[in-house]
């Protein structure tokens, strides 16, 4: 069979079918299963969806269907979007794993879980979404797009690094790899799992599956941190443990508080004014009575999402009492486009957080309320007025949908048509998105600790996490922003057009800069066929396995790289970075904080280290895998641009707890080469640098 195929260099060959056809390895395919993906009605979520409920299970399950009536059409992907792992391969080798995770959240109910921090399950519009009659079109593709096949193995710039799998876009697809390897490639279904991650990881050759043995890749809810320690070291989850410091709106205010007691309202005060109730009830009674009547304030249940509970009130007979709530300053002054109110979705991507990389997507989402904006108070319980949510404007009779990602008409843009408009009006766009790198920045920042101890006590192996969050922000009359909130689960609602032009390229980029690589567990015949595929396919990206190990396992995934432990030598140069970088500390006094210089010799020692560069001249072997990974994983960043380390990071270490000795060498790295578009230099460096340590070997 001849098929089309994209070479790794991006040109078209012909391409003869694998030598390892399925015929060859004679090995059945797996039946295509139609499964019912939610067993439950919805009644409980937010009251708007809750008529809803029954049409969830038919939506998904549609969309099952849909999925699997493309396969027989293609007559290629012969493999449905779910399966139970009955249904895949009985003879598998694949050690039985029990998973930790089944079961937990399939059978769970999409509620918010009061008065648990971590478990709070994050209410997302994919799960809105699947409950809505009118919302079920699966995904919006164009099926006379040209069937042209992208690689499924990606290579490093850097030789003897196993290959990365490579995730197409949403409505492309990968060529198929022999069912001896494919097998292998298992993606446990969440019921959250997004359409769009569903679509496009089904479609760069994974198997989507309900309850696997064992899986290398997931997306779903937030888990508890001590769960994080059953992830395997070939899998890869979408969060990082601890994150609901910043997802949760009662976290985030406090963890802003101590940056502004710390660092000051001009550097932190971009959240606005927030009391926790109970705790802060006293403290905001002595505002309000400080303030005029006729001032609102937005109050919210401390962990949902999609405007569920969301109510603008301005008297305190107005205030619930008896239920944990956020009660935050309502910015009144919103800048208003054809008069009514908008608020940015903003996309960012944590690909690792010691050393901290920090993505922003260069696309996002612009969603306005659907009625005229009113400061008059008898508008202020007029949510269409008030709220930009999709989930909620979507009810109104008033909203204009908008299929165009280039036009500015309607309800929802994307961020480019937002930054096109304003440059029509001559606004200096420039500023609004350095503010908003900013705010990106140190709300991170302001978590780090956290997520680094966390991090340290349940996750063994830096291969484990990825995470994109949702960040919403409001601008206000002057353009400035305001972050409202941070969602850890973003909604990946993609109906429209225009949802999927932003989101379908965005989850392509998240899971290629998250570099998942083949696992190490699987039986000796798949790891054999592996190299037999790469020695026919990439003849020059083969590599000697090391000794004693099976063929093939050289393009597996190495725990031992994501893992490693450190020589004498290497803790002495780290130890004597990170004792240098720390420019200032911040001590407790009282109820506030005071900075404090460091020695004055602490300071010329960074002054020195600084000028000299020397962490770059002589690159240890933990310094060279961090600078892989980090390169890697830029190449892969079409999309997103990254923010942290970039151009002046150095600004941003004093609001760092601890400069870690990997920020420090990233930072040094990228003032070096600082061209993050242009890596032909940095990578040159480094093979040098790999030549010389042998590091991979
Ligand atoms: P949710 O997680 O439920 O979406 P948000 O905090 O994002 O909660 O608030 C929902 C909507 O309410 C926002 O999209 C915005 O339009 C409006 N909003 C939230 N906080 C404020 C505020 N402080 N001032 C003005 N409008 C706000």
């Given at each position: 069979?001849?098929?089309?195929?994209?070479?790794?260099?991006?040109?078209?060959?012909q391409h003869s079918s694998s030598i390892l056809s399925d015929q060859q390895n004679n090995k059945a395919k797996p039946v295509v299963v139609r499964k019912k993906l939610v067993k439950k009605g919805l009644k409980k979520i937010h009251p708007l969806h809750a008529t809803n409920g029954k049409s969830k299970a038919s939506s998904l399950d549609r969309l099952s269907n849909s999925i699997?009536?493309?396969?027989?059409?293609?007559?290629?992907?012969?493999?449905?979007?779910?399966?139970?792992?009955?249904?895949?391969?009985?003879?598998?080798?694949?050690?039985?794993?029990?998973?930790?995770?089944?079961?937990?959240?399939?059978?769970?109910?999409?509620?918010?879980?009061?008065?648990?921090?971590?478990?709070?399950?994050?209410?997302?519009?994919?799960?809105?979404?699947?409950?809505?009659?009118?919302?079920?079109?699966?995904?919006?593709?164009?099926?006379?797009?040209?069937?042209?096949?992208?690689?499924?193995?990606?290579?490093?710039?850097?030789?003897?690094?196993?290959?990365?799998?490579?995730?197409?876009?949403?409505?492309?697809?990968?060529?198929?790899?022999?069912?001896?390897?494919?097998?292998?490639?298992?993606?446990?279904?969440?019921?959250?799992?997004?359409?769009?991650?569903?679509?496009?990881?089904?479609?760069?050759?994974?198997?989507?599956?309900?309850?696997?043995?064992?899986?290398?890749?997931?997306?779903?809810?937030?888990?508890?941190?001590?769960?994080?320690?059953?992830?395997?070291?070939?899998?890869?989850?979408?969060?990082?443990?601890?994150?609901?410091?910043?997802?949760?709106?009662?976290?985030?205010?406090?963890?802003?508080?101590?940056?502004?007691?710390?660092?000051?309202?001009?550097?932190?005060?971009?959240?606005?004014?927030?009391?926790?109730?109970?705790?802060?009830?006293?403290?905001?009674?002595?505002?309000?009575?400080?303030?005029?009547?006729?001032?609102?304030?937005?109050?919210?249940?401390?962990?949902?999402a999609r405007g569920t509970g969301i109510q603008v009130i301005h008297e305190w007979s107005q205030l619930p009492r008896k239920k944990p709530l956020v009660v935050q300053s309502y910015v009144k002054n919103p800048y208003l486009i054809n008069g009514t109110k908008f608020d940015i979705r903003l996309y960012v991507f944590i690909t690792s957080v010691n050393p901290l990389r920090i993505?922003?997507?260069?696309?996002?989402?612009?969603?306005?309320?659907?009625?005229?904006?009113?400061?008059?108070?008898?508008?202020?319980?007029?949510?269409?007025?008030?709220?930009?949510?999709?989930?909620?404007?979507?009810?109104?009779?008033?909203?204009?949908?908008?299929?165009?990602?280039?036009?500015?008409?309607?309800?929802?843009?994307?961020?480019?048509?937002?930054?096109?408009?304003?440059?029509?009006?001559?606004?200096?766009?420039?500023?609004?998105?350095?503010?908003?790198?900013?705010?990106?920045?140190?709300?991170?920042?302001?978590?780090?600790?956290?997520?680094?101890?966390?991090?340290?006590?349940?996750?063994?192996?830096?291969?484990?996490?990825?995470?994109?969050?949702?960040?919403?922000?409001?601008?206000?009359?002057?353009?400035?922003?305001?972050?409202?909130?941070?969602?850890?689960?973003?909604?990946?609602?993609?109906?429209?057009?225009?949802?999927?032009?932003?989101?379908?390229?965005?989850?392509?980029?998240?899971?290629?800069?998250?570099?998942?690589?083949?696992?190490?567990?699987?039986?000796?015949?798949?790891?054999?066929?592996?190299?037999?595929?790469?020695?026919?396919?990439?003849?020059?990206?083969?590599?000697?396995?090391?000794?004693?190990?099976?063929?093939?396992?050289?393009?597996?995934?190495?725990?031992?790289?994501?893992?490693?432990?450190?020589?004498?030598?290497?803790?002495?140069?780290?130890?004597?970075?990170?004792?240098?970088?720390?420019?200032?500390?911040?001590?407790?006094?009282?109820?506030?904080?005071?900075?404090?210089?460091?020695?004055?010799?602490?300071?010329?020692?960074?002054?020195?280290?600084?000028?000299?560069?020397?962490?770059?001249?002589?690159?240890?072997?933990?310094?060279?895998?961090?600078?892989?990974?980090?390169?890697?994983?830029?190449?892969?960043?079409?999309?997103?641009?990254?923010?942290?380390?970039?151009?002046?990071?150095?600004?941003?270490?004093?609001?760092?707890?601890?400069?870690?000795?990997?920020?420090?060498?990233?930072?040094?790295?990228?003032?070096?080469?600082?061209?993050?578009?242009?890596?032909?230099?940095?990578?040159?460096?480094?093979?040098?640098?790999?030549?010389?340590?042998?590091?991979?070997?």
């Amino acid at each position: 069979m001849i098929e089309k195929v994209v070479t790794e260099s991006g040109n078209e060959c012909q391409h003869s079918s694998s030598i390892l056809s399925d015929q060859q390895n004679n090995k059945a395919k797996p039946v295509v299963v139609r499964k019912k993906l939610v067993k439950k009605g919805l009644k409980k979520i937010h009251p708007l969806h809750a008529t809803n409920g029954k049409s969830k299970a038919s939506s998904l399950d549609r969309l099952s269907n849909s999925i699997c009536k493309k396969a027989k059409i293609n007559g290629k992907l012969s493999y449905s979007t779910v399966q139970s792992e009955n249904d895949c391969d009985a003879s598998s080798s694949v050690p039985s794993l029990a998973s930790n995770f089944s079961g937990e959240e399939l059978d769970s109910e999409i509620v918010q879980i009061p008065g648990d921090e971590e478990s709070c399950s994050y209410i997302t519009e994919e799960e809105c979404d699947a409950c809505d009659a009118n919302e079920d079109t699966p995904l919006n593709i164009s099926s006379d797009k040209t069937e042209v096949f992208q690689p499924a193995l990606r290579f490093s710039a850097f030789s003897g690094v196993p290959p990365y799998l490579n995730f197409c876009l949403h409505d492309e697809k990968v060529v198929e790899l022999p069912w001896t390897i494919r097998r292998c490639l298992k993606w446990k279904l969440s019921t959250i799992t997004p359409i769009v991650v569903r679509k496009t990881v089904v479609n760069s050759g994974f198997r989507v599956i309900k309850e696997p043995k064992d899986w290398i890749g997931t997306w779903g809810k937030h888990m508890k941190s001590p769960l994080f320690t059953a992830i395997l070291e070939h899998q890869k989850v979408n969060h990082f443990p601890g994150t609901f410091q910043i997802g949760r709106k009662d976290r985030l205010w406090r963890n802003m508080q101590k940056m502004v007691a710390k660092f000051g309202n001009d550097e932190f005060g971009f959240l606005p004014q927030t009391f926790v109730l109970p705790h802060d009830l006293r403290l905001l009674r002595k505002q309000w009575t400080r303030t005029t009547t006729d001032v609102p304030w937005i109050i919210k249940p401390p962990a949902s999402a999609r405007g569920t509970g969301i109510q603008v009130i301005h008297e305190w007979s107005q205030l619930p009492r008896k239920k944990p709530l956020v009660v935050q300053s309502y910015v009144k002054n919103p800048y208003l486009i054809n008069g009514t109110k908008f608020d940015i979705r903003l996309y960012v991507f944590i690909t690792s957080v010691n050393p901290l990389r920090i993505y922003l997507f260069e696309n996002g989402l612009v969603r306005f309320a659907s009625l005229a904006y009113s400061t008059e108070m008898n508008t202020l319980n007029d949510l269409y007025v008030h709220l930009t949510n999709y989930s909620v404007n979507k009810h109104c009779e008033g909203y204009v949908a908008n299929e165009d990602a280039n036009s500015c008409q309607g309800h929802k843009w994307t961020l480019q048509s937002l930054w096109t408009y304003f440059l029509g009006l001559g606004v200096d766009v420039e500023a609004i998105k350095s503010s908003l790198r900013d705010i990106v920045i140190k709300t991170l920042l302001s978590v780090a600790p956290a997520l680094n101890d966390m991090l340290k006590n349940n996750v063994s192996n830096r291969y484990s996490c990825f995470e994109l969050f949702g960040f919403d922000v409001l601008l206000d009359s002057d353009l400035k922003p305001w972050l409202l909130e941070v969602n850890i689960s973003p909604s990946l609602h993609s109906t429209s057009s225009l949802d999927l032009s932003v989101k379908g390229p965005l989850i392509k980029d998240v899971l290629n800069m998250a570099r998942f690589q083949f696992p190490n567990n699987v039986n000796s015949l798949s790891k054999q066929h592996l190299a037999e595929y790469i020695s026919t396919h990439f003849k020059e990206r083969m590599c000697e396995a090391s000794a004693g190990s099976d063929e093939g396992s050289q393009y597996c995934v190495n725990p031992s790289t994501y893992n490693y432990e450190l020589s004498e030598e290497e803790k002495k140069k780290n130890e004597f970075y990170e004792t240098a970088v720390q420019r200032v500390v911040a001590v407790p006094n009282g109820n506030s904080w005071t900075v404090q210089n460091q020695s004055a010799e602490i300071e010329k020692r960074v002054d020195d280290v600084v000028e000299e560069s020397t962490i770059l001249d002589n690159l240890t072997r933990g310094d060279i895998q961090h600078l892989i990974e980090t390169e890697d994983e830029l190449s892969q960043s079409h999309g997103f641009t990254r923010v942290f380390p970039a151009d002046n990071s150095e600004r941003y270490f004093r609001f760092m707890e601890k400069t870690s000795y990997y920020d420090f060498l990233l930072n040094e790295w990228h003032k070096k080469f600082v061209n993050l578009r242009d890596r032909t230099l940095a990578i040159d460096y480094l093979k040098t640098q790999l030549e010389k340590k042998q590091v991979l070997n």
